[in-house]
């Protein structure tokens, strides 16, 4: 009986979902209306359109992102060219962008890069029984490059020192009610584009509050965009030099860098220091030892020397994780005060 029914998908948990897990259906894609440019593209082997582009969502209800059930992934973003918004879909063993906006060009062009096309997979090799099981089991797994940094940027510094629920809501917030609509049919004419960097300059000190971000995130933000156009240059740099710049903005330390390299650059060495919860879980999944701190973390991964933050991913998406405590960080709204 065991081979004659396929198998039911597992729902993903928590720290799946931090490991860039987001569903998308499978099925037929419907064809959108009216697309202005449309670009296809064959992957070179296995493609998981959830897995490759789950780092990038913010939450359930990010407004720049959204999974339908159509089996199509949407995306709005701030390009050089201007705001635009690009639908995926995969189907066949073929891969259909779909763009709308002044930056529909440019996101169609780098769709093959956005989709893991400069990632190797192949140079990854497993050390452990767990890793080697969880990447049989996720072939489709590939490290996706933007191209953009400050869409990467200004999310990583809302998510310092807080939860992940506040950091995401403060993000939908402000993105609702200072960026712009997307381009485009949008899915529904829920998908916005980030503000631009003007736009996050000019944001009052109230609506700060109001979202539930404090005086040091916010002028964090503040100090990135009045130099965003140097940090989008860093695309063009190795990740470790590009965080190098990134890091001498004040508010800006090794977590943060490497959060953000991780989607601009699809840098696969870029492991996360600093993490409340990584150690812990990278503790208890290759040694047992659920108290790691940073120091053991980055000795259990150093036989992933180059590839660590895939070897990291990885062990995010088994889901074996040591079981829940007493919360670490308490939940606090500053915008009720």
């Keep these: 009986m065991a081979g004659r029914f396929p198998q039911r998908p597992q729902p993903p948990t928590r720290t799946t979902v931090r490991g860039g897990h987001v569903a998308v259906p499978g099925g037929v894609p419907r064809p959108a209306p009216a697309p202005a440019r449309v670009r296809t593209y064959a992957p070179q082997g296995p493609l998981d359109l959830g897995l490759v582009l789950g780092p990038l969502r913010r939450g359930p209800a990010d407004p720049t992102f959204r999974a339908l059930s159509d089996g199509s992934v949407w995306r709005a973003s701030r390009t050089p060219a201007g705001p635009g918004t690009l639908r995926v879909s995969a189907y066949g063993g073929e891969v259909r962008g779909e763009a709308w906006g002044p930056g529909a060009e440019w996101l169609l062009e780098r769709l093959p890069d956005l989709l893991g096309a400069s990632d190797d997979p192949d140079a990854f ?112 740099m190795a990740p470790e030099a590009a965080r190098a710049r990134l890091e001498v903005v004040p508010g800006i330390g090794p977590w943060t860098s490497a959060e953000t390299v991780q989607r601009s650059h699809g840098a696969p060495d870029a492991v996360t220091v600093g993490d409340v919860h990584l150690p812990g879980i990278v503790g208890w999944a290759l040694a047992g030892d659920r108290d790691a701190d940073d120091s053991v973390m980055l000795s259990l991964l150093e036989p992933y020397a180059g590839q660590r933050h895939r070897a990291a991913r990885l062990i995010l998406l088994s889901g074996k994780v040591p079981a829940r405590r007493v919360p670490k960080m308490p939940r606090v709204d500053i915008g009720r005060l």
Aim: glycine share 8%; hydrophobic share 40%.
């Design 125 to 236: 090799v497993p050390r452990h029984r767990l890793v080697a099981m969880t990447r049989h089991r996720r072939p489709g797994l590939r490290l996706t490059r933007t191209g953009l940094v400050m869409e990467s940027l200004i999310p990583s510094i809302l998510e310092q020192k807080v939860t992940t629920d506040e950091a995401y809501r403060a993000w939908r917030l402000l993105v609702r009610k200072f960026g712009e609509p997307a381009p485009g049919p949008a899915a529904g004419g829920r998908l916005f584009v980030m503000p631009e960097p003007r736009t996050w300059a000019l944001i009052p000190s109230w609506e700060w509050h109001r979202a539930g971000v404090d005086d040091k995130r916010a002028s964090t933000v503040l100090r990135a965009v009045r130099v965003a156009a140097r940090l989008e240059q860093t695309v063009g």
